[in-house]
């Protein structure tokens, strides 16, 4: 039975009105991507076309989801927003915060127990406010999502960049932080820039080692990890149609690694197929009576530069394979050329580990492929040279997968089955001899490969490739091995070739579960106290912060001026700092310790300017504030690319800093700074980058800012001399709003007369 069927009811019995509206505001034919925004607006049916990659559009997604370490933050500040329930469904995800280290049972019982205090507050908020509540075990957010909540043509936010995966089932699912939830939770509009729209058309069909995950990998390489801001990227083509879903849901998940708002796939009967065999036959149904309206219009898909800001097209015939990274997840390098590649770069060769699974690469199919290759270990006397890992991405799956006997082969070449949760792909990995810091080579099939992410090693150089490779190169043991044209040599010192993967898009005897892992909400949870320890490490309640006097900021001292790449990961770091997600002050401990600092090229390491003594980030950044002096950070391009975490944005609010002047931003992180009411500022000419002096002393003029009016910047070198900058900005009116209350949440709980 499919959850939220009345809601689902409801979306496609307005969608034909809906789309007919916004076909004749935008004057012809729509793309997919358009036709749920325009179905998803707030107010009403379109009424106005908006103008890509420039108008604020209020939209109303149809529901929310938040994993552990990110809800409790969302709902910390979803408490004092003033309200009773959520206002669409919503649910809660535990699968951030388990450690893998032995294995899966192991694993959870010790997670049970170490995160007793956070997951016994998520459970207790989400059955107070109505929020479905999945279980440690359960699996992760969002395979759970796939499996249970998306539905083509729906519209969802998730406090995860991944929650992109959805675009698989053909929806616009789109990752935010907290405080974007708790205005979607609160009844109240989420706001978006109307994105762009990049095409991608697939033409042919995947064969041999090829999967879906090569074509993300690709695209990646073609984009870039910053190709896709302010983008959502469609597929379409013959090519689109002959991939399974949850092969989609590998390329709408990774899509967040170009930093693309979303990415999506118009229903078909991939889809349709994978409703039926997650147990949403209704789902299906009810698409199928509206499906003219869940894929873009003929007219765009068979002349797409008309209607695409941008098209790639790909042929997946000629795809292939392809393994990304290290360090970074658009370092594209195609299997035939590895050899050469890896030489040249002096990256270390020899596979110690492999890892599949994740959210983004667990589906039957993706299992089921690898199995094929692990079963060749013994058939073709081979012996696994690397460690072998394996991540369920939900408990259905992990059950399914072991009734089908595909643990028992993993087990066969000593491959250890972690619990249904993110692990180390998060960096909650206790990996023996990580701390040793040596360098190696790991090859997975996640997402994200950034430094030192995995396994806290920064001399861990992570690729990232699709399931099956990374099974044939653990096999291996060696990065250069090429199993399209390669030989392994035997335990009986025979030359042999693995024959490629095959697998099944679905379980042919179904899929099964004993304990999914659902809570649901009490009906009325009103009576339901939530109780924070005031002593607690891990959970603290949140203050407001302090409005904005509409001032100039003046005399701010510069924390750090980042060098070079500086994601989410550098400025509020996982692995073990995971615990303190709902603990603001501790957290803020972490504050942009693996950023490096453009003058020493050290990682926490600035100088305090108070004494001109070095000291770690975090500890100048608290000497500043006890001493009221402002702070501003200046970072690179793409600063805050990665994650969704909202702690990013509010360690940085919470210990004083003011601005973050930076040569481009991620998405979600901008919005998390003004969120949060913190400047994020770009320069106006990147060059005035390499102005920025360490001894600089800041005035930011802000108190006249407008919308689209530039921003001066004044930098007072030691010397005594100054220059003035400009500095760009996106902020909207309402944005200013937050700015001025001192944060979005503030502004929510003055409405709500709080
Ligand atoms: C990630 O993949 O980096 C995470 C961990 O899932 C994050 C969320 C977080 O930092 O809690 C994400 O992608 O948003
Ligand atoms: Fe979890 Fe990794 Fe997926 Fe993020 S990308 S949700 S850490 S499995």
Same mark, same amino acid.
């Given at each position: 039975?499919?959850?939220?069927?009345?809601?689902?009811?409801?979306?496609?019995?307005?969608?034909?009105?809906?789309?007919?509206?916004?076909?004749?505001?935008?004057?012809?034919?729509?793309?997919?991507?358009?036709?749920?925004?325009?179905?998803?607006?707030?107010?009403?049916?379109?009424?106005?076309?908006?103008?890509?990659?420039?108008?604020?559009?209020?939209?109303?997604?149809?529901?929310?989801?938040?994993?552990?370490?990110? *809800?409790?933050?969302?709902?910390?500040?979803?408490?004092?927003?003033?309200?009773?329930?959520?206002?669409?469904?919503?649910?809660?995800?535990?699968?951030?915060?388990?450690?893998?280290?032995?294995?899966?049972?192991?694993?959870?019982?010790?997670?049970?127990?170490?995160?007793?205090?956070?997951?016994?507050?998520?459970?207790?908020?989400?059955?107070?406010?109505?929020?479905?509540?999945?279980?440690?075990?359960?699996?992760?957010?969002?395979?759970?999502?796939?499996?249970?909540?998306?539905?083509?043509?729906?519209?969802?936010?998730?406090?995860?960049?991944?929650?992109?995966?959805?675009?698989?089932?053909?929806?616009?699912?789109?990752?935010?932080?907290?405080?974007?939830?708790?205005?979607?939770?609160?009844?109240?509009?989420?706001?978006?820039?109307?994105?762009?729209?990049?095409?991608?058309?697939?033409?042919?069909?995947?064969?041999?080692?090829?999967?879906?995950?090569?074509?993300?990998?690709?695209?990646?390489?073609?984009?870039?990890?910053?190709?896709?801001?302010?983008?959502?990227?469609?597929?379409?083509?013959?090519?689109?149609?002959?991939?399974?879903?949850?092969?989609?849901?590998?390329?709408?998940?990774?899509?967040?690694?170009?930093?693309?708002?979303?990415?999506?796939?118009?229903?078909?009967?991939?889809?349709?197929?994978?409703?039926?065999?997650?147990?949403?036959?209704?789902?299906?149904?009810?698409?199928?009576?509206?499906?003219?309206?869940?894929?873009?219009?003929?007219?765009?898909?068979?002349?797409?530069?008309?209607?695409?800001?941008?098209?790639?097209?790909?042929?997946?015939?000629?795809?292939?394979?392809?393994?990304?990274?290290?360090?970074?997840?658009?370092?594209?390098?195609?299997?035939?050329?590895?050899?050469?590649?890896?030489?040249?770069?002096?990256?270390?060769?020899?596979?110690?580990?492999?890892?599949?699974?994740?959210?983004?690469?667990?589906?039957?199919?993706?299992?089921?492929?690898?199995?094929?290759?692990?079963?060749?270990?013994?058939?073709?006397?081979?012996?696994?040279? *690397?460690?072998?890992?394996?991540?369920?991405?939900?408990?259905?799956?992990?059950?399914?997968?072991?009734?089908?006997?595909?643990?028992?082969?993993?087990?066969?070449?000593?491959?250890?089955?972690?619990?249904?949760?993110?692990?180390?792909?998060?960096?909650?990995?206790?990996?023996?001899?990580?701390?040793?810091?040596?360098?190696?080579?790991?090859?997975?099939?996640?997402?994200?490969?950034?430094?030192?992410?995995?396994?806290?090693?920064?001399?861990?150089?992570?690729?990232?490739?699709?399931?099956?490779?990374?099974?044939?190169?653990?096999?291996?043991?060696?990065?250069? %091995?090429?199993?399209?044209?390669?030989?392994?040599?035997?335990?009986?010192?025979?030359?042999?070739?693995?024959?490629?993967?095959?697998?099944?898009?679905?379980?042919?005897?179904?899929?099964?579960?004993?304990?999914?892992?659902?809570?649901?909400?009490?009906?009325?949870?009103?009576?339901?106290?939530?109780?924070?320890?005031?002593?607690?490490?891990?959970?603290?309640?949140?203050?407001?912060?302090?409005?904005?006097?509409?001032?100039?900021?003046?005399?701010?001292?510069?924390?750090?001026?980042?060098?070079?790449?500086?994601?989410?990961?550098?400025?509020?770091?996982?692995?073990?700092?995971?615990? %303190?997600?709902?603990?603001?002050?501790?957290?803020?401990?972490?504050?942009?310790?693996?950023?490096?600092?453009?003058?020493?090229?050290?990682?926490?390491?600035?100088?305090?300017?108070?004494?001109?003594?070095?000291?770690?980030?975090?500890?100048?950044?608290?000497?500043?504030?006890?001493?009221?002096?402002?702070?501003?950070?200046?970072?690179?391009?793409?600063?805050?690319?990665?994650?969704?975490?909202?702690?990013?944005?509010?360690?940085?609010?919470?210990?004083?800093?003011?601005?973050?002047?930076?040569?481009?931003?991620?998405?979600?992180?901008?919005?998390?700074?003004?969120?949060?009411?913190?400047?994020?500022?770009?320069?106006?000419?990147?060059?005035?980058?390499?102005?920025?002096?360490?001894?600089?002393?800041?005035?930011?003029?802000?108190?006249?800012?407008?919308?689209?009016?530039?921003?001066?910047?004044?930098?007072?070198?030691?010397?005594?001399?100054?220059?003035?900058?400009?500095?760009?900005?996106?902020?909207?009116?309402?944005?200013?709003?937050?700015?001025?209350?001192?944060?979005?949440?503030?502004?929510?709980?003055?409405?709500?007369?709080?």
């Amino acid at each position: 039975m499919a959850f939220d069927l009345s809601m689902i009811q409801q979306v496609y019995a307005q969608l034909p009105a809906k789309v007919a509206a916004a076909r004749s505001v935008v004057g012809k034919p729509l793309t997919l991507t358009e036709k749920i925004l325009y179905a998803h607006l707030f107010e009403t049916s379109a009424t106005v076309a908006y103008q890509r990659g420039g108008d604020y559009v209020d939209f109303a997604p149809d529901r929310v989801a938040m994993q552990d370490a990110t *809800a409790q933050m969302a709902l910390l500040q979803f408490m004092t927003a003033g309200r009773k329930k959520v206002a669409v469904p919503s649910t809660v995800h535990c699968d951030h915060l388990t450690t893998a280290k032995v294995e899966s049972a192991a694993d959870l019982t010790v997670a049970n127990d170490e995160n007793k205090e956070v997951y016994d507050f998520l459970a207790s908020i989400s059955n107070k406010y109505g929020i479905g509540f999945w279980k440690p075990g359960a699996g992760i957010i969002h395979q759970i999502v796939l499996e249970n909540y998306a539905f083509p043509g729906g519209m969802m936010i998730g406090t995860d960049s991944h929650t992109v995966n959805a675009g698989g089932l053909g929806m616009i699912a789109i990752g935010v932080g907290g405080a974007d939830a708790v205005d979607v939770m609160a009844g109240l509009a989420w706001e978006l820039k109307f994105p762009k729209l990049i095409g991608v058309k697939l033409t042919g069909k995947l064969n041999g080692w090829t999967s879906a995950k090569d074509i993300i990998l690709k695209v990646a390489g073609i984009l870039t990890v910053k190709g896709g801001t302010g983008c959502i990227v469609e597929y379409f083509g013959d090519g689109a149609t002959s991939l399974s879903c949850t092969g989609k849901g590998t390329i709408c998940n990774m899509g967040a690694e170009i930093g693309a708002t979303t990415s999506t796939f118009g229903y078909d009967e991939s889809m349709e197929r994978y409703l039926r065999a997650t147990g949403r036959a209704e789902v299906a149904d009810l698409a199928n009576e509206v499906k003219e309206h869940l894929t873009g219009d003929p007219e765009v898909y068979a002349n797409p530069e008309a209607y695409f800001d941008q098209v790639i097209e790909i042929d997946l015939d000629t795809l292939e394979p392809y393994i990304n990274g290290p360090f970074t997840p658009d370092l594209a390098t195609p299997i035939s050329k590895m050899k050469e590649v890896a030489a040249e770069k002096g990256w270390p060769t020899t596979v110690e580990a492999g890892l599949i699974g994740s959210c983004t690469n667990s589906s039957y199919e993706d299992i089921s492929r690898a199995v094929s290759l692990a079963k060749q270990v013994a058939t073709k006397d081979l012996k696994a040279k *690397a460690e072998y890992l394996i991540t369920p991405g939900s408990e259905q799956i992990r059950y399914t997968i072991e009734r089908d006997g595909f643990i028992a082969a993993f087990n066969e070449i000593g491959g250890k089955v972690f619990a249904n949760a993110c692990g180390p792909c998060i960096g909650m990995w206790a990996r023996v001899g990580a701390d040793k810091k040596e360098k190696n080579t790991i090859i997975h099939s996640f997402n994200r490969n950034f430094q030192a992410r995995q396994d806290g090693n920064p001399n861990t150089y992570a690729f990232v490739a699709s399931p099956e490779i990374v099974t044939a190169l653990a096999i291996a043991g060696d990065l250069t %091995f090429n199993p399209l044209t390669d030989f392994l040599t035997n335990e009986k010192g025979e030359k042999v070739k693995l024959d490629e993967p095959i697998g099944e898009e679905l379980p042919s005897k179904g899929f099964d579960v004993e304990d999914a892992g659902y809570q649901a909400p009490a009906e009325d949870g009103s009576g339901v106290n939530i109780v924070v320890n005031p002593d607690s490490s891990r959970l603290q309640l949140l203050y407001s912060f302090a409005e904005w006097n509409g001032d100039d900021l003046k005399g701010m001292k510069l924390l750090i001026k980042a060098k070079g790449k500086c994601t989410t990961d550098h400025i509020s770091m996982a692995g073990k700092w995971l615990r %303190f997600r709902g603990h603001l002050d501790n957290i803020s401990n972490n504050l942009l310790i693996g950023a490096t600092n453009f003058f020493n090229e050290k990682q926490n390491s600035v100088k305090n300017q108070l004494t001109g003594e070095y000291g770690e980030v975090p500890a100048v950044q608290r000497a500043y504030k006890a001493a009221n002096v402002g702070s501003i950070v200046v970072g690179d391009e793409n600063y805050g690319e990665g994650s969704s975490r909202e702690h990013a944005a509010m360690e940085p609010r919470h210990l004083g800093v003011k601005v973050v002047l930076v040569k481009s931003f991620a998405r979600i992180h901008e919005t998390n700074l003004k969120k949060q009411g913190m400047f994020g500022l770009t320069f106006a000419d990147k060059a005035d980058y390499d102005k920025i002096q360490e001894d600089d002393t800041i005035d930011v003029n802000v108190s006249s800012i407008a919308p689209g009016k530039q921003v001066e910047v004044v930098l007072h070198h030691a010397d005594g001399s100054s220059e003035t900058i400009l500095a760009n900005h996106t902020y909207n009116s309402q944005q200013l709003e937050w700015t001025r209350a001192g944060s979005a949440l503030n502004l929510i709980k003055k409405q709500a007369g709080l």
